[in-house]
């Protein structure tokens, strides 16, 4: 056996090893899991309405 198919098989080894730990320790990701629940938040309370903002002074056109 040459050192090229030695490695091949201990490659395919290693390979067969990480796949059956990863089925093992279940699916990647939500499938399988339950979905995490969102804690309720308050809502913040409505805004006092603010005062209207003051208007700067009106300049109208002065006859000359």
Avoid at 16 to 43: D, H, N, R, W
Avoid at 56 to 63: K, L, T, W, Y
Wanted: proline share 16%; glycine share 10%.
């Amino acid at each position: 056996m040459t050192s090229e198919s030695v490695a091949g098989i201990l490659g395919a080894i290693v390979a067969s090893v990480v796949l059956v730990t990863a089925i093992a320790y279940g699916p990647i990701g939500q499938l399988g899991k339950p979905q995490k629940q969102m804690p309720k938040t308050m809502q913040p309370a409505q805004p006092v309405a603010a005062p209207p903002p003051v208007r700067g002074p009106v300049v109208r056109e002065v006859p000359q």
